[in-house]
């Protein structure tokens, strides 16, 4: 039972590292001529761009380091990334942020890892993950990312529905419509599925504004099979806001999932190949493989 839902964590966990990255851009913490523009760069995802500029700097500060180790994570290199931000908590020990994409680069790690060096990685991906929140418990992308693998992980490695049900009561103190999202997923977890649906409504009904709540709508809505009422509710999403690539992106992916609207679903990930894309949105590379399992491929 251990084994079969540590290869389960594992199988999920490349969904969860790929796809949580809202508000991670790299803050201002470095002080070179270079670094500014380099960010720059970063964010419009040019990343080789971005590496160019920083990699000749003879002597690196650790916010150089880290948004070299940024870099090679969004271009798939985690082991480079990780090396790169072990060096920087080295450095600053007391970087929330830093600790944070610590813990992003072994999860990234342990996704591609055989499940024996997988447990390894993503351990060392929680550890990381709550020395951020304990170096900051404001930092929400932190306390969100350890609540994921809380909820996902077998208990024998480190998980657990207490744990993250614990977790989610402090989300909730930071940011209630993200508390009502972190309930839904234990309810979810919990397959008590219509009170995960009351907290994903109560979530939107708090964040009318927030675009990602209707998306958590919309997907659960398809995973139950409603799929009228989860077109209804994409497109309320994309009326709130149009032509946004995470719009586009749910969209097709959730069609793709579903086995349904296969030439929508290509169509919509053609147009958000064309779009401007930022470090927060989906890369590029997964929009590319799920065209290809769209189209046959």
Not at 79 to 99: G, W
Not at 157 to 178: P, R
Not at 197 to 221: S, T, Y
Not at 246 to 254: E, G, H, N, P, S
């Amino acid at each position: 039972m251990g084994y079969n839902n540590l290869a389960r964590f594992i199988r999920g966990m490349r969904y969860f590292f790929l796809f949580t990255t809202a508000a991670l851009v790299a803050p201002l913490f470095a002080s070179g001529p270079e670094y500014a523009q380099a960010l720059n760069l970063y964010k419009r995802t040019e990343y080789q761009a971005s590496l160019k500029l920083l990699l000749p700097v003879p002597q690196k500060d650790p916010g150089e380091l880290v948004l070299i180790g940024q870099n090679y994570f969004m271009l798939g290199d985690a082991k480079r990334a990780s090396d790169l931000f072990q060096k920087a908590t080295a450095a600053e020990p007391n970087r929330s942020e830093y600790f944070h994409w610590l813990g992003r680069a072994y999860g990234r790690r342990a996704e591609i890892s055989n499940p024996f060096s997988a447990m390894s990685l993503a351990s060392k991906a929680r550890q990381n993950f709550e020395k951020a929140v304990q170096l900051d418990p404001k930092n929400s992308e932190a306390v969100n990312d350890l609540f994921e693998y809380y909820l996902e992980a077998p208990g024998f490695m480190g998980g657990g529905l207490d744990k993250a049900a614990q977790l989610a009561e402090h989300i909730a103190e930071l940011n209630s419509s993200e508390g009502y999202w972190a309930r839904a997923r234990i309810a979810e977890k919990r397959k008590e599925f219509p009170s995960a649906e009351q907290h994903l409504r109560r979530a939107m009904e708090v964040a009318p504004h927030q675009v990602g709540r209707i998306l958590d709508l919309a997907k659960f809505l398809a995973k139950q099979g409603r799929f009228d009422e989860s077109d209804q509710t994409f497109a309320a999403a994309e009326k709130l806001a149009p032509n946004t690539p995470k719009v586009i992106y749910a969209r097709a992916a959730t069609y793709i999932e579903t086995k349904r609207n296969i030439g929508a679903a290509r169509e919509l990930l053609e147009k958000y190949l064309a779009s401007q894309l930022t470090p927060d949105d989906p890369p590029r590379s997964e929009a590319q493989k799920l065209l290809r399992q769209a189209s046959g491929g």
